[in-house]
């Protein structure tokens, strides 16, 4: 459905985007917040301290088990209901978490966060919301401004850990998750005013092609690559990064500070991330983002000052932006409306699966071998998408100079 007066159409185009975008912020910050006291709540709550990234680790393993069923759930009732119902499954997550904390139990702690993974698997698809509305032509900015909103979360996200950390003293990180219900509850609230018609059931119903032929597209292949490897590294590295900097000395508000630089890095670049697509072209804006996360590796083993964790931080939030919004821009390509739901779920369903593996595996990485081996654990899965760029653009010289 689109509707009947053009002019309304693209009036409410970019109120969408504006709407989605802010409330990427809202969430991307209750997101920020979670990266950044998690893995210490879980230190303080675990007997096992290499338990410590194991609930925020079943945080993204519940958002790889609930993209699928998200995606199809929205394909059938909308967006709207759909990012609505995920909201309030947030605010009972971060409950539960905070509850967890005044009880110390970390395995209540675990639950709320899994809670929290299924909330994040409906805001994810905000930026698909956005690309399915604004046409070919503009997809790869509305995709890149929605996720633009993130750079509010950069700010208010440590920033609100820093308010709350003793906001309940002696409990210790309980006051961020409240901070969670409430950018959560203003969320709900301006999801409200999105106006995104409903799915035909019809054209649902059709189907499309069948899913295998879809996903032996070279598109689809070097599209899901991009946004997995991408992600993965990045939750590797940023996972392991305040436990790192606890062991090399450095205080709580240091390390926020150092992963709030990180996430502002991850969004700043989304206000031109789509313009670099539309001049360059997403396969070479891929290639950039893998050879940002390289040298985000190497400033990470050149030392262990504040410099090296901050500055690796930063090249590692650039090279997520753009390997995510350019596996996100390359993935709207190979699919038809009729297919988007499926198609949508499958992708995100691949990249959260293996960003669960990640964050399952940087605990035990920094625990048993340490920082340098989580850096280098990022450089095979890297050359690996800058290889199958290469030859995609190789193979595909057209579409690899398309944007």
Not at 76 to 92: A, D, E, P, Y
Not at 107 to 129: C, D, E, I, T
Not at 139 to 163: D, E, F, T
Not at 281 to 309: D, K, P, Q
Request: charged content about 10%.
């Amino acid at each position: 459905m689109t509707p009947a007066n053009p002019v309304d159409g693209a009036r409410d185009n970019r109120r969408n985007v504006l709407i989605l975008a802010i409330c990427q912020a809202l969430s991307m910050s209750g997101s920020s917040l979670v990266m950044t006291i998690s893995a210490l709540a879980g230190q303080i709550l675990a007997t096992d301290k290499s338990l410590a990234t194991v609930p925020l680790a079943l945080q993204f393993t519940a958002t790889m088990l609930s993209t699928i069923p998200a995606s199809l759930f929205m394909g059938r009732v909308g967006r709207r209901v759909g990012f609505t119902l995920g909201q309030i499954v947030g605010m009972v997550g971060a409950a539960i978490s905070c509850w967890a904390l005044f009880e110390g139990d970390f395995w209540l702690f675990a639950g709320g966060s899994a809670l929290l993974g299924v909330h994040n698997s409906f805001w994810q698809y905000y930026r698909f919301a956005a690309a399915d509305s604004a046409g070919p032509e503009l997809r790869a900015k509305a995709i890149s401004y929605v996720m633009a909103g993130g750079v509010i979360a950069a700010v208010l996200g440590p920033q609100i850990s820093k308010w709350t950390i003793d906001l309940f003293d002696p409990v210790l990180f309980a006051g961020g998750y409240a901070g969670i219900i409430c950018l959560s509850f203003i969320t709900l609230f301006l999801l409200q005013l999105v106006r995104i018609p409903k799915p035909n059931a019809t054209t649902f119903a059709a189907g499309g092609r069948p899913l295998l032929e879809i996903v032996r597209q070279p598109t689809f292949i070097l599209a899901v690559m991009t946004a997995m490897f991408g992600y993965s590294v990045m939750t590797l590295v940023m996972t392991a990064t305040p436990l790192a900097m606890t062991v090399c000395g450095f205080g709580f508000s240091t390390t926020a500070s150092v992963i709030q630089g990180h996430i502002l890095a991850m969004f700043a670049p989304s206000f031109f991330t789509g313009h670099l697509i539309k001049r360059f072209g997403v396969i070479n804006v891929i290639i950039a983002g893998t050879v940002l996360n390289v040298s985000a590796m190497a400033v990470n083993l050149a030392g262990i000052n504040v410099a090296n964790f901050a500055g690796g931080l930063i090249l590692l939030g650039l090279g997520w932006n753009f390997m995510f919004i350019g596996g996100t821009t390359l993935v709207t390509e190979t699919y038809r409306p009729e297919e988007q739901s499926k198609v949508q779920a499958l992708n995100d369903f691949l990249v959260f699966t293996m960003v669960a593996a990640a964050s399952f595996s940087s605990g035990a990485l920094q625990a048993t071998l340490g920082w340098e081996a989580v850096n280098m654990a990022l450089s095979v899965p890297m050359f690996a998408v800058f290889a199958t760029a290469i030859w995609y653009k190789t193979a595909f010289p057209a579409k690899g100079a398309e944007s």
